[in-house]
């Protein structure tokens, strides 16, 4: 592979991605301190969620100008697994309405065009990603991996063939999610995150994702 054009998951998406007017992004989440710096020995912690779109040439998907500035994670502290889902619902809301698409406005068609929009891989490192995209924190004993179910005991275990890198399914994931959402007792979904290492994200709404 020489880019994300030549991947399995880009190639997933079946016709979409190589549908004119069609639309590809990346979904980028972290957090950082907006004072650049610690004071008195104490952190902020703002976050933010950007995305960039895939069909642009490489060199050009990142720039500024063509970068998406979708949300912001207000200070002083980083959201919890709980509180995330408030701030990328309106987010994935969108997502959802443009995946099946919509006419826009635009200057060089003022009557409108037709576009559709995907989102295909989560940016972020280890803690950002596993908050969310619903998975548990990478110290969790039973599942600290997001695609396979290898228990943090035997991480050193390198044979993938030995019968412990057991991967994850993406139904197995959203089945585990919706049980931890209509989980009505935080003891309820302790157990659920520790039996199935996944808790809720909004980013499971979208029909077409799979979260592995």
């Given at each position: 592979m020489s880019s994300i054009w030549d991947s399995p998951a880009w190639l997933s998406l079946g016709s979409f991605t190589t549908t004119h007017g069609?639309?590809?992004?990346?979904?980028?989440?972290?957090?950082?301190?907006?004072?650049?710096?610690?004071?008195?020995g104490k952190s902020i912690s703002c976050g933010v969620i950007?995305?960039?779109?895939?069909?642009?040439?490489?060199?050009?998907?990142?720039?500024?100008?063509?970068?998406y500035f979708a949300g912001i994670t207000p200070p002083p502290k980083e959201p919890t697994v709980i509180t995330i889902t408030a701030l990328a619902d309106?987010?994935?809301?969108?997502?959802?309405?443009?995946?099946?698409?919509?006419?826009?406005?635009?200057?060089?068609?003022?009557?409108?065009?037709f576009k559709r929009v995907g989102v295909l891989p989560a940016i972020g490192d280890?803690?950002?990603?596993?908050?969310?995209?619903?998975?548990?924190?990478?110290?969790?004993?039973?599942?600290?991996?997001?695609?396979?179910?290898l228990p943090l005991a035997i991480r050193g275990d390198l044979d993938h063939r030995g019968g412990h890198w057991i991967p994850?399914?993406?139904?197995?994931?959203?089945?585990?999610?919706?049980?931890?959402?209509?989980?009505?007792?935080?003891?309820?979904?302790k157990e659920l995150v520790a039996q199935y290492g996944v808790h809720y994200s909004s980013l499971h709404r979208l029909t077409y994702y799979d979260p592995v």
């Open positions: 069609n639309l590809t992004f990346s979904y980028f989440i972290d957090w950082f301190n907006s004072l650049t710096n610690k004071i008195a950007m995305m960039c779109c895939l069909n642009l040439p490489y060199e050009l998907q990142n720039l500024e100008e063509y970068t309106p987010i994935v809301d969108h997502l959802e309405t443009l995946w099946h698409g919509k006419v826009i406005q635009t200057h060089r068609h003022p009557d409108g065009t280890l803690l950002a990603m596993h908050k969310a995209l619903g998975f548990a924190g990478i110290a969790s004993t039973s599942h600290f991996c997001s695609f396979c179910k994850r399914s993406g139904p197995e994931v959203l089945a585990a999610s919706e049980m931890w959402r209509k989980a009505e007792m935080k003891k309820t979904r």
